[in-house]
């Protein structure tokens, strides 16, 4: 120990030379006490000579001797002591130290009280020895070296051992760690481990542990040093695994050791010290390293020939140390919430870096680039979405190509050089207005794509938008893309132009024989069928899922999809088809009856050949167009009408079309519908039949449908009082049902899988449910005024995006098939007197044709 330890005990060995002298030494007594033990087994019977002193030549005196020389070289001087008397006084020790401090001892007749050293009250290696004052012809220079109690010591610290339990309440722990202690108790703890109390240095010591030095002397004066950010990360996580203790805490009574060994003092001897006859050199290292550590944390005694192997079983893996840590609910709630932290950062982290990833940034704030076949394109940001608009999809259908089927742009001659500007709309086809106006371009085959986004993965489904109010125009009408909806409903748009009248549809013998296949006519199905080619191309590239198109047609646009679902070039460019408003009078006349009844255009524009007629300017084909075919009748049948007059512009080609619809629709389709169609209660609603009366009354209809084909086919009573024909409102609602409605129901009973649904929520003075009203509030163009109509927009936009995303109507029924779109959509049987008008044939005789 220290040079503190060695005075006291030379002091102390100094004083108890001048003590009683004569008092028998206790080297003698137990000698003596050897001698009765020993005497009955070795002398012969007579034999009265005292036996010496010497030690007898036994395997446990050898094994002392060797002790003894190892000892020699330290410069101590040993006695030795025999091994029965030493086992006799370590079986006494035993028994005292088990009886407790209220059993008294019996030393020389005289009661002692023994003497105990309390827990880790000493930091010395070793055990405590009794020492006896130096006496003449001692042979130990008044020293006694006791022999240590190896069994003992094993024990305890076996005891001790088993005593240490894995780090538990590790929340507390970290609670606790953070938690700034007063300063008063710190001074009380270090006051107490400065002195010499044995209690209160005990605690204090097992509470500092490694913070103070091998001599247990605290730095009072010193400030604890100041714990750092990562240090009061990295402590708390470091004790959850519980860490070994080294073989010198244990010894010296440092963290949580066993009881250290206790001797018995005598009361003649209480005053002396104990000394320590460990070698200062080992440190009581030897005896420490004979004690084997077993992997479940036990401390046995080794043998001294496996020391060297059972050193290496002091080291426990970390897997073992693992295992034996015992997690309580605060370690896993601690733990569990460092997971979601880590989780959250490594999210939070992805969301940031998964737009750019994903999407072509934005330049200057309103500028978007994507990629096409025929190289890049520039859009602007538009109310929240990006729209790219004046896209070419096929070449002009100008000069030699006019009259000739649309052509996709597949060579890098007809591309662009650098990135396309699409900011501005391109002009619309040539077309004829209503009040007779022409307008529009030739070259016009462009499309506008609205887009909410450009990313390549999660695309979005694909809305493309035909529409016309006309074969002849104008188009595209009311039905425009909005980039409003097109952000709110996550979908896109796409709106291509197709060329109407003449242009678009135009079937004579000369174009027939200069093209090839021998074809004309339905010029304007090529354009929406290479629309469809470079949407099912190019989409992706912004954002959209070519495998899922959606083609939105309404009135004449609705009428060019619903012959083109019927056609073959058309398979796999689209998915589904939601038809509104359109004309249910098809193609029924052959290319070559076709041809002949178009030889009046020919000869109003004086033209014999092809090269005359490409030839021909814009405003002379528009001239040479007849007049039968650019108006039809929308109002009730009069008695002159003639239905064979009509003009068809579409026909049965043999290349786009080669069967009638109606042969189609009987093929029965199998799985999701792929077709929708629908119209609204009033579409033959116009401001010129509006006006002719100025308040409609009860006489005036009365006698305007007098008047008509009905009056003719004495109808009139019977369909006056079927729909209470008093007003305007009644009296639209029975004209559409013999135009549209009702026609419409008769193709739709053709396809038992494509749901019919009509609107009859009204709006205005008079509640007319008008032809655009559906696909108004579809696009978010309707504008509801009372509480009933905006549950009429909700229950649209239900019902049409609804089947966009997913391809079914929910609301249908095949039971009862039509669906009445009110403020809700109703399933119903039929709808009402349809087949009065189909059993008098006025349906579908009269029906609408575009």
């Not at 996709?408 to 106006?437: K, P, R, V, Y």
């Not at 493309?464 to 006309?470: D, G, H, P, R």
């Not at 009429?792 to 098939?817: E, I, K």
Request: glycine share 6%; aromatic share 6%.
């Amino acid at each position: 120990m220290g040079e503190l330890e060695e005075k006291e005990t030379a002091a102390t060995e100094t004083a108890t030379q001048h003590e009683n002298v004569d008092e028998p030494k206790e080297t003698d007594k137990m000698l003596e006490k050897k001698e009765e033990t020993v005497e009955p087994h070795s002398e012969k019977p007579g034999d009265n000579k005292k036996k010496s002193i010497s030690k007898p030549t036994t395997p446990t005196n050898e094994r002392k001797t060797s002790e003894e020389m190892m000892r020699s070289n330290a410069n101590e001087e040993i006695i030795d002591i025999p091994v029965e008397n030493e086992a006799k006084t370590t079986i006494d020790d035993e028994e005292n130290h088990d009886n407790g401090d209220d059993k008294k001892i019996s030393t020389e007749e005289r009661e002692v009280k023994p003497k105990k050293i309390p827990i880790g009250g000493l930091k010395l290696p070793g055990f405590f020895m009794k020492s006896k004052p130096r006496v003449d012809g001692d042979g130990a220079d008044g020293e006694l070296l006791e022999k240590e109690h190896k069994e003992e010591i094993t024990s305890e610290i076996k005891l001790a051992k088993k005593d240490e339990k894995p780090a538990k309440n590790f929340g507390k722990r970290l609670r606790d760690f953070f938690v700034r202690k007063p300063a008063a108790e710190k001074q009380a703890k270090q006051q107490a481990v400065s002195t010499g109390d044995a209690d209160t240095k005990s605690e204090a010591t097992a509470e500092a542990g490694p913070a103070t030095d091998g001599n247990m002397k605290t730095n009072s004066d010193v400030p604890p040093p100041k714990r750092g950010l990562l240090n009061a990360i990295k402590l708390p996580i470091a004790n959850m695994i519980p860490k070994k203790s080294p073989d010198d805490d244990v010894e010296m009574g440092m963290g949580k050791a066993g009881l250290a060994s206790m001797e018995t003092l005598d009361d003649s001897l209480k005053d002396q010290d104990c000394v320590d006859k460990a070698s200062p050199k080992n440190n009581g290292v030897d005896e420490i390293s004979k004690l084997k550590k077993t992997p479940s944390g036990e401390i046995k005694q080794a043998s001294e020939e496996k020391t060297l192997t059972d050193t290496e079983d002091l080291q426990i893996s970390f897997c073992q140390r693992l295992r034996s840590y015992k997690c309580s609910v605060d370690d896993a709630l601690i733990a569990l919430g460092i997971l979601l932290f880590i989780f959250l950062i490594a999210v939070i982290g992805y969301v940031l870096s998964y737009e750019t990833l994903t999407s072509p940034p934005i330049r200057e704030g309103r500028f978007m680039d994507a990629v096409t076949g025929c190289g890049m394109v520039e859009g602007l940001k538009e109310d929240g979405a990006f729209a790219f608009r004046g896209i070419p999809y096929a070449l002009p259908p100008t000069g030699d190509r006019r009259w000739r089927a649309a052509q996709t742009i597949e060579g890098i001659e007809d591309c662009w050089n650098g990135t396309l500007q699409a900011h501005n709309s391109s002009a619309f086809c040539t077309q004829m207005l209503g009040n007779g106006t022409v307008m529009g371009e030739e070259d016009c085959l462009y499309l506008d794509v609205i887009t909410p986004h450009i990313r390549y993965d999660s695309p979005l489904p694909v809305i493309v938008m035909i529409t016309a109010e006309s074969l002849t125009g104008p188009s595209p009408g009311v039905l425009r893309p909005s980039a409003r909806y097109s952000r709110s409903h996550d979908v896109i748009y796409v709106r291509p132009n197709f060329r109407l009248g003449a242009f678009g549809f135009l079937a004579v013998e000369i174009l027939t024989k200069d093209s090839y296949p021998h074809t004309s006519g339905n010029y304007a199905l090529s354009d929406i069928i290479a629309a469809l080619k470079w949407i099912k191309l190019n989409i992706a590239h912004f954002g959209g899922d070519p495998k899922s198109v959606t083609v939105l047609g309404h009135r004449a646009g609705g009428t060019l999809v619903t012959a083109l679902v019927t056609s073959k070039k058309a398979e796999g460019l689209y998915t589904r088809a939601w038809i509104s408003s359109a004309s249910a009078v098809y193609p029924g006349k052959s290319l070559v009856e076709s041809e002949k009844r178009n030889l009046e255009f020919l000869q109003a524009l004086d033209c014999q050949d092809v090269k005359c007629l490409r030839a021909a300017s814009v405003e002379k084909i528009w001239d040479a167009t007849p007049d039968t075919w650019l108006h039809f009748p929308v109002d009730i049948p009069t008695v002159d009408e003639n239905k064979t007059t009509h003009h068809e512009w579409l026909v049965l080609d043999g290349d786009i079309l080669q069967e009638h619809p109606a042969e189609s629709w009987k093929k029965e389709h199998s799985g999701s519908p792929i077709l929708v169609m629908g119209t609204t209660a009033h579409e033959s609603h116009t401001e010129k039949l509006r006006r002719r009366f100025a308040n409609w009354t009860a006489e005036e209809i009365r006698n305007f449908i007098e008047s008509s084909k009905i009056g003719m086919l004495n109808l009139t009573d019977e369909a006056i009082k079927r729909y209470n024909a008093t007003n305007y409102r009644a009296l639209v609602s029975m004209i559409t049902d013999i135009r549209t409605i009702c026609p419409l129901l008769i193709n739709a009973r053709l396809q038992p899988s494509a749901p019919f649904y009509v609107v009859t929520q009204g709006a205005g003075e008079e509640q007319l449910a008008t032809v655009n009203d559906d696909v108004q509030a579809i696009m978010g163009r309707y504008e509801p005024h009372t509480v009933e109509q905006r549950r009429f927009v909700s229950s649209m936009q239900q019902l049409f995006y609804y089947y966009v995303a997913h391809g079914t109507v929910p609301q249908y029924d095949p039971r009862r098939r039509v669906i009445n779109v009110g403020q809700d959509p109703l399933s119903q049987e039929d709808y009402p007197n349809c087949n009065f008008w189909i059993s008098n044939d006025i349906v579908p005789r009269y029906a609408r044709i575009d």
